[in-house]
């Protein structure tokens, strides 16, 4: 598990591509800049690693495009002690930014394969969230809830009404939805029954499927 300066100056202009595409987040650019990418996907791939573009990895999943994760991570807002519940953890990609932003991090994973991959290799290179859970993101995570923030990294049909649930007062669900494509969509928690709702354009993503794999 290399990290050369080679990789670093890919980063770097990683980095540099996704300020030019209007991420201004100087916290989440440092965690493009910091985080090997290209530990996270097969090493016979690794000269994709720092393009800006999804890949994919094991269950027929992928990880993120580095701009969709950087959007999401400035959307939200992350700051220090936030507590995050993540859906979809995949290859830890997204997860890996929200720990570099010192977030408290409950991230799920519905695919075994996946599930088993990510929580052994994310200690590995120091990188340790609150919990991994192997389970069913359709319905978050009621004994840890409620949360500042969730975010989806898979194309929900709809909303999880137990995502909205389990969120703050103040709190921030951002989630893709759609079917083939994606809106991505903001809902800010403005009171027990109120949420408002922000629609952020169009994304494309994996679906999120429904119960453990």
């Keep these: 598990m290399k990290d050369t300066a080679k990789h670093q100056g890919l980063r770097n202009q990683l980095a540099t591509l996704l300020e030019e595409k209007g991420i201004d987040d100087q916290n989440v650019l440092s965690a493009i800049r910091k985080i090997p990418r290209h530990l996270f996907i097969d090493?016979?791939?690794e000269s994709h690693a720092y393009q800006d573009k999804a890949f994919p990895i094991a269950a027929d999943q992928t990880i993120s495009q580095p701009y969709t994760v950087a959007?999401?991570?400035?959307?939200?807002?992350i700051k220090p002690k936030d507590k995050i519940l993540e859906i979809g953890t995949g290859s830890g990609y997204q997860?890996?930014?929200?720990?570099?932003?010192k977030a408290e991090v409950y991230t799920i994973e519905r695919q075994h394969e996946l599930f088993k991959k990510t929580a052994t290799f994310l200690p590995k290179i120091g990188l340790k969230p609150k919990r991994f859970i192997f389970g069913d993101g359709y319905?978050?995570?009621k004994e840890q809830a409620p949360f500042d923030k969730i975010i989806v990294t898979a194309g929900a049909p709809l909303v999880p009404k137990a995502l909205l649930a389990q969120l703050k007062i103040g709190g921030m669900l951002l989630i893709p939805?759609?079917?083939k494509s994606?809106?991505?969509t903001l809902f800010v928690r403005k009171s027990q029954n109120e949420f408002e709702k922000q629609e952020?354009?169009?994304?494309a993503f994996v679906p999120m499927?429904?119960?453990k794999n």
């Design 71 to 77: 959007f999401q991570s400035q959307t939200l807002a």
């Design 209 to 211: 499927l429904e119960e």
């Design 200 to 203: 952020l354009g169009d994304f």
């Design 182 to 184: 994606q809106i991505m």
């Design 177 to 179: 939805v759609g079917q």
């Design 139 to 141: 319905k978050g995570l």
């Design 43 to 45: 090493s016979s791939f």
């Design 95 to 101: 997860t890996a930014v929200l720990l570099h932003l």
